[in-house]
């Protein structure tokens, strides 16, 4: 792979920029692999990587039906935070993050990690105590957060309005180290090293069909003819539960349209991430300069990737008594993205009935902070057949056993 470099850039600015290679191949598709994995999105390119880099397995194809980063990965507010209540979950998304941190160097891919700080209003009494729970299980982790007063809140935010009339800010969970990245850099950065290390990336082709012998699965069908493999992984969030039906089992999944917003751009006005959970909304600033604002879950299972005019004025409404300025801000765009919901919104990672087929799915509104960490835990689950540490306890047993991973107060409207 060539390396990006200053150096590079200078190079290629003599020389009309005419030496950069494409950032990954475009290969013809094998007729066989060790491991196919389904859905190039963050989590599939994630466990593609880890399992050439980690493993030395790199007879890998990442089977996607449009194009890389084009399902959540490529839509979501790319909120990255570890303040989880469970361990299990600080486990994993806390190893995430830590990926996040040194990841612009380990793929030589400017992902524009910006460890900004993650602040979560608490505008009711109940928030509060929640958040000083979560705050105290953090301690313990090992992850480092804190609580915030409304002053210190209105110190770090000047344009908020911290004494609405409905729900004035009580104090805030605050992770220093939490930030955003940009989303699409992260999928491009996996994909562009997966590809070095061997891994063929086929885009444009459907996965329609899973094949199997004695319980064991032994292919896929796809719209470009059919491949086989020892191994598959499924990793396409929203469209979990079809790709199950394929392999013939079912999931504890509900797949909604979850939406978001950005505004025009305007000057540097916030440098944190907030988070309204009470009043449900969310925003933080991109370089560009707009406002990019987080909205609500449809009410109805669809698969959609839609957004819908009601949204904005309920998440706008919501806001505007918090930011009074963004009252008069224009909406540029909506968008939504199909995300697959647990009861206990908690992931699924792991072994599936199908033998040699596994799973990682579930993240629901909040996956893109856990990508490096799901793709690391996926990929060991993968080599050994077996679930690696972070993976262990979200297992698809979990929903037979009782065993719920109960994340509805950090994750259940967070991002
Ligand atoms: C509006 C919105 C805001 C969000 N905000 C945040 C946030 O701030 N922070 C956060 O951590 N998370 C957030 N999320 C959630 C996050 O985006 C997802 O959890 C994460 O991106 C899931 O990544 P993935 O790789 O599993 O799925 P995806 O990126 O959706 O990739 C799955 C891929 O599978 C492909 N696929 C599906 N079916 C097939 C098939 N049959 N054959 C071949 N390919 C197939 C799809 O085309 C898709 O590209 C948000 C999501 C949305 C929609």
Request: charged fraction near 20%; include cysteine.
């Amino acid at each position: 792979m060539k390396k990006y470099s200053a150096f590079a850039i200078a190079r290629e600015a003599m020389r009309g920029h005419s030496g950069w290679k494409r950032a990954w191949r475009s290969p013809e598709m094998k007729k066989s692999y060790e491991v196919v994995i389904v859905g190039a999105g963050g989590h599939g390119l994630a466990t593609a990587y880890y399992l050439a880099k980690n493993h030395g397995i790199t007879n890998i194809a990442v089977i996607e039906k449009g194009w890389l980063g084009g399902g959540n990965t490529g839509r979501n507010t790319t909120i990255i935070r570890s303040n989880y209540l469970q361990d299990e979950s600080a486990a994993i998304y806390e190893k995430a993050r830590g990926l996040y941190e040194g990841l612009s160097n380990e793929l030589n891919y400017n992902i524009m990690f910006s460890p900004r700080g993650v602040m979560m209003l608490a505008q009711t009494e109940h928030e509060l105590r929640g958040y000083h729970r979560i705050n105290q299980a953090n301690a313990i982790q090992g992850v480092a957060t804190e609580m915030l007063t409304p002053e210190q809140v209105k110190a770090k935010v000047p344009i908020m309005e911290i004494n609405g009339p409905r729900y004035p800010v009580l104090g805030a969970l605050w992770q220093a180290r939490g930030g955003t990245a940009r989303h699409d850099a992260v999928a491009w950065a996996y994909a562009r090293a997966a590809s070095d290390l061997g891994v063929d990336i086929i885009q444009q082709t459907e996965v329609a069909g899973i094949t199997q012998s004695g319980g064991q699965v032994t292919g896929v069908q796809t719209t470009r003819g059919d491949v086989a493999c020892k191994k598959l992984g499924l990793v396409v969030a929203g469209h979990s539960g079809v790709l199950a039906q394929m392999a013939g089992f079912r999931l504890p999944i509900e797949s909604v349209s979850l939406q978001a917003l950005v505004s025009e751009p305007i000057k540097p006005c916030i440098d944190v991430v907030v988070m309204a959970n009470t009043v449900h909304g969310y925003l933080s600033q991109s370089d560009k300069g707009e406002l990019v604002i987080g909205g609500g879950a449809d009410g109805y299972n669809n698969y959609t990737q839609r957004g819908s005019f009601h949204h904005i004025e309920e998440t706008v409404r919501a806001l505007i008594e918090t930011f009074p300025i963004i009252s008069r801000l224009k909406q540029l765009r909506q968008w939504g993205g199909i995300v697959d919901m647990t009861g206990d919104r908690s992931p699924i990672i792991g072994k599936t009935p199908l033998g040699g087929c596994f799973i990682n799915c579930g993240w629901g509104t909040g996956g893109f902070k856990s990508i490096p960490g799901s793709g690391w835990a996926l990929a060991a689950t993968i080599a050994s057949g077996e679930p690696d540490a972070l993976a262990a306890p979200f297992g698809l047993d979990r929903f037979a056993e009782g065993r719920f991973i109960d994340e509805s107060v950090a994750a259940g409207v967070a991002h």
